[in-house]
């Protein structure tokens, strides 16, 4: 079996057994990027060195067997703003192109801890701030599957490097869906775990009310695995949930008798047919795994795109505050005064990240401020209300991840209500703070289709038990058509 086709498990036990080393295994992936990375920007920052520095770590590790975790010696790669000591942190943004932070985020603190390997820095819209991973200022991250087409956004680098097998697992961050659209246009799966479970602390902040750090991994038992690798409390991150009870972890055990509702709203007008017969389909093989199905409807979902976007933007404009070139930020025209240099250093800043701080500032203003930012909030907590009495009448909801599959770059990624739409699915989950799951469900063309399980907070388990189910019953559509060698071998083509 190549190296590319197998799983953590698989990956583990070769450790284990000594039929590959670590250093062999980060070698043969750095390799990889190497080869495949020029054609798809999904990378920022590989620091080689430090990569088979980590891998020789878990090596000693295993040869002692002290402290032998199911991540040691295996592969991750982050997502650019998550910080990592001593490793190039840059947002995707030229403001902090030279920011090497003195501490890691306690999800990287977690997996160092654990033995696994970081291969890199993954490419994102800059500072997080968009749909279709083109407003980095390291170059647009394409799909694997079509090179024409996007890989979707903000964590649309760590998506392409999992589907294209240049990493088996990996890290994104999720404010409206940056997880899980580039999953679904990618073709993998991604998490945005209950907020709260997973650590914020060294994430760079976009909008901290809905920022959640999740895993991204090509099955659900990879994705599951690296997801208990990261959750937890963490006393540095003041929003962090007390962790909860250990599970069995058993992810092919029975659904019969769960309730799965199908919610009017996500079926509707903007989504694509094609996309809407598929997700059917996923529930078709629930119903006959024992799931009952139910219609019901969301009504605050009507105002979800425009209170998510008020409110992030909002935010975005107080945790964009501190890139004055004091605290954070290049430094530059220090010789104009305090305000010349703090203006002169944010022009360093891309033109939608400049935008969204505009506009944030301004909903934020007096004379904006109740008509338009309190009323988001009040949406927000309707929206909260309405999740809550759709969770009293179904165990879990089920619903497309995108409206249509990965859209081309040249077009359709220059279409802005466009690429606010590709939102309009994944939004609900960061309003409410539940976990939201996205996988594969078949194809499109050649394009990988999403579908989406959400659930009540601290449900990941139960997303992760249906979805497992599912890609047990329908192998072929869970895992869409091509493995990530032949993605790696249409990409040299």
């Given at each position: ?10 990956l ?19 390799d ?25 770590a ?7 067997q ?15 703003n998550?910080?990592?000591e ?41 500072f ?79 909008a901290?009310s ?136 944010r ?30 909030q ?61 996988f ?25 038990r ?28």
């Amino acid at each position: 079996m190549e190296i590319t086709e197998m799983n953590v498990a698989a990956l583990r036990e070769a450790l284990d057994r000594r039929k590959i080393s670590a250093v062999e295994l980060a070698t043969f992936y750095l390799d990889r990027i190497a080869q495949l990375d020029p054609k798809l920007k999904a990378f920022i920052t590989v620091p080689r060195a430090e990569a088979l520095q980590m891998a020789a770590a878990a090596d000693r590790r295993i040869a002692a067997q002290e402290g032998v975790t199911v991540l040691t010696g295996i592969p991750v790669a982050i997502k650019d703003n998550i910080c990592t000591e001593g490793i190039r942190t840059t947002c995707g943004s030229r403001l902090l192109a030279d920011y090497y932070p003195i501490f890691d985020a306690t999800v990287v603190a977690k997996l160092k801890q654990a033995g696994a390997v970081l291969l890199g820095k993954t490419n994102l819209d800059e500072f997080a701030m968009g749909s279709a991973t083109k407003y980095s200022f390291y170059g647009l991250t394409r799909n694997p599957w079509d090179r024409n087409r996007v890989a979707g956004g903000s964590s649309g680098g760590s998506a392409a490097a999992v589907a294209a097998g240049m990493v088996p697992l990996a890290l994104g961050s999720d404010t409206g869906g940056s997880i899980r659209q580039p999953a679904a246009f990618c073709g993998v799966w991604g998490l945005k775990p209950t907020y709260g479970r997973v650590s914020r602390y060294g994430l760079v902040p976009y909008a901290p009310s809905f920022d959640q750090i999740g895993p991204m991994a090509r099955n659900a038992q990879d994705l599951f695995l690296l997801f208990q690798g990261i959750a937890g409390y963490d006393p540095l991150d003041p929003t962090s949930l007390p962790a909860p009870g250990e599970t069995d972890g058993d992810l092919s055990a029975s659904i019969q008798g769960l309730r799965v509702g199908l919610p009017r709203e996500f079926f509707g007008a903007g989504l694509d047919a094609k996309v809407k017969e598929r997700v059917l389909a996923v529930a078709k093989v629930l119903a006959e795994a024992g799931c009952e199905l139910m219609e019901l409807s969301l009504p605050s979902m009507a105002y979800a795109n425009s209170a998510y976007y008020l409110l992030a933007y909002a935010e975005a404009s107080s945790s964009m505050a501190r890139y004055d070139g004091v605290r954070y930020g290049s430094r530059t025209g220090a010789e104009k005064g305090i305000v010349g240099m703090m203006t002169t250093t944010r022009q360093g800043l891309g033109l939608e990240v400049k935008r969204r701080i505009l506009l944030g500032t301004y909903f934020l203003s007096a004379d904006c401020y109740e008509d338009y930012y309190q009323q988001a909030q009040k949406v927000r907590t309707w929206m909260k209300q309405d999740f809550a009495a759709a969770y009293r009448r179904c165990d879990l909801l089920l619903t497309p991840t995108t409206a249509a599959p990965a859209f081309r770059i040249e077009g359709e990624a220059e279409d802005e209500r466009a690429l606010a739409l590709t939102e309009q699915y994944t939004v609900a989950a960061n309003l409410t703070g539940n976990p939201a799951l996205s996988f594969p469900c078949g194809r499109l063309n050649h394009l990988p289709v999403g579908a989406q399980l959400m659930g009540p907070a601290g449900t990941e388990d139960l997303l992760f038990r249906v979805a497992t189910v599912y890609a047990e019953r329908a192998p072929e559509m869970a895992l869409p058509g091509r493995t990530a060698r032949d993605v790696g071998e249409q990409i040299e083509v």
